[in-house]
């Protein structure tokens, strides 16, 4: 027995709505991310990403508004990424209700902070966040990008992995650039380096487009969870359909 | 007027127990007195993070005695470390004794997988009781734990799940209940758990 497959929806939100909403039946208001943070759990959604895209530095608490509201209404674990710099920072959101902090050119910056938040809030808050685009300019060829996959930065998304999982990270999601809004399938190769490598979970992001895309990067990678924003947004495929799917497959879910 | 108390010593997901009991629409009460708990209908002892961090936190808050006695005459709830927290020692960071509700000890996890489990998993319910009523074989749970619960009295162990070791997942004795997985967290499931509970307590809706 294992633990089951998880699929997280990821919603952006800027200053507190959901950006790329779309109107689903029975919804309210399609840019309230807690509406749609509701609508995603009732499909069976394993756990909610809000990625803050604000640009602002004062939107924490907006986005801790975000987080206090859903979680009154949302009834599985919650992880919020964007914006997080410092380990107060990590206190804010928590505080509001988030399981879970992502981090991703705030670690780069500053890698201590992992260590530092994972000693004060436990590692099973502190998820890394990994732009990785195949550039062959590192040993692995892959390249950590930051500020939303914008910059390189010379690191190698392999090794980068390993260091944060060694600095204390309970989790790494990670996304590949070279895939994301492709539609053609996840990053196997780079997603089955980084999850052979490390000890905690690897959740796979950017480039699934269909029921398939899903089951093989689970059966190919070892990775433990995936994540799609625009594919469920756009209704293209629902939580429930995939998870359907992979039971199909043998693959464990929780339905 | 007829409320559960939640124990505040600090724990980290005391709001998301409040949130649910909210939801559930039971009346509830953020414990920071004795006489909030000694006036309850029903107890939640909530808890995340270390061992030894938790039991100091309770014993500085001075709400201890009022959790022992609550556990001994009323429905209680131990959520997590809340649960871990029931039992007599636990190893980790050292050797810490807990509140000695149930016979037994905390201890790592011994397995192959991956630590902490986080994630989604299976119950098998060795023991049904009131908190499993509408629970199905098999129904999914989220875990997030190190530490585990070897209840010395195998009567006490109430539901298992499988991470390359059997794990207790959760304990129940007469009105002492403790859930190592999160119901605050676990969806429908969860939900259905802690309504069974409140119903238990007999708060006010």
Redesign the interface.
């Known amino acids: 027995?294992?633990?089951?497959k998880?699929i997280i929806p990821c919603l952006d939100v800027k200053d507190g709505r959901v950006v790329k909403g779309v109107n689903f039946v029975g919804l309210r208001d399609a840019g309230d991310p807690v509406e749609l943070a509701k609508f995603y759990?009732q499909q069976g959604a394993?756990e909610i990403v809000f990625l803050d895209i604000t640009a602002t530095s004062d939107n924490r608490d907006t986005i801790a508004d975000v987080v206090r509201r859903t979680?009154?209404?949302v009834?599985?674990?919650v992880t919020v990424g964007g914006g997080i710099r410092t380990v107060d920072d990590f206190r804010d959101v928590?505080?509001a209700?988030a399981?879970k902090i992502s981090i991703n050119s705030s670690a780069v910056k500053n890698p201590e902070l992992v260590n530092a938040a994972a000693k004060k809030?436990?590692?099973?808050c502190v998820v890394v966040a990994i732009d990785g685009r195949h550039t062959g300019k590192t040993p692995s060829g892959f390249e950590v990008y930051v500020a939303g996959g914008r910059t390189p930065t010379g690191i190698d998304a392999i090794a980068w992995a390993k260091e944060v999982y060694e600095r204390g990270a309970?989790?790494i999601l990670l996304t590949s650039m070279d895939k994301d809004g492709t539609k053609s399938g996840f990053d196997l190769e780079m997603t089955k380096q980084v999850a052979n490598l490390v000890?905690?979970?690897v959740i796979a992001s950017g480039g699934c487009g269909t029921l398939e895309h899903f089951s093989k990067v689970f059966e190919v990678t070892g990775c433990?969870a995936a994540l799609a924003a625009s594919l469920f947004h756009y209704g293209e495929l629902t939580v429930d359909e995939v998870k359907q799917h992979l039971k199909q497959k043998n693959i464990p879910v929780?339905i | 007027m007829s409320y559960i108390a939640i124990v505040d010593y600090g724990a980290?997901n005391l709001?998301?127990v409040h949130?649910?009991l909210?939801?559930l629409g039971y009346d509830n009460k953020i414990a920071d007195t004795a006489e909030i708990i000694e006036n309850a209908a029903g107890v939640i002892l909530p808890g995340?993070?270390a061992f030894p961090d938790a039991m100091d936190a309770l014993h500085a808050s001075g709400l201890t005695d009022a959790v022992l006695k609550a556990a001994m005459e009323k429905p209680f709830l131990g959520i997590c470390l809340g649960m871990q927290m029931l039992f007599e020692e636990s190893d980790e960071v050292r050797l810490c004794k807990g509140l000695g509700l149930m016979p037994g000890r905390i201890e790592r996890i011994k397995t192959d997988?991956?630590l902490?489990?986080?994630?989604?998993?299976?119950l098998h319910i060795q023991r049904p009781n009131a908190m499993t009523a509408n629970v199905q074989e098999g129904d999914?749970v989220?875990f997030?734990h190190s530490f585990m619960a070897r209840p010395a009295n195998q009567d006490d162990l109430a539901c298992t799940?499988?991470?390359g070791t059997e794990v207790p997942a959760m304990v129940a004795r007469n009105n002492l209940f403790g859930c190592q997985f999160h119901p605050?967290?676990?969806?429908e499931v969860?939900?259905s758990m802690l309504r069974n509970f409140a119903k238990l307590t007999e708060a006010d809706r």
Not at chain 1, 121 to 124: A, E, F, M
Not at chain 2, 116 to 122: L, V
């Open positions: 027995m294992m633990l089951a998880r759990s394993d979680c009154r209404e009834f599985v674990p928590l505080r209700g399981d809030y436990g590692s099973q309970g989790e000890g905690i979970p433990d929780r | 980290g709001m998301s949130n649910t909210d939801f995340v993070g997988f991956k902490p489990q986080i994630g989604w998993n299976a999914y989220y997030v799940t499988d991470y605050e967290k676990s969806g969860g939900l």
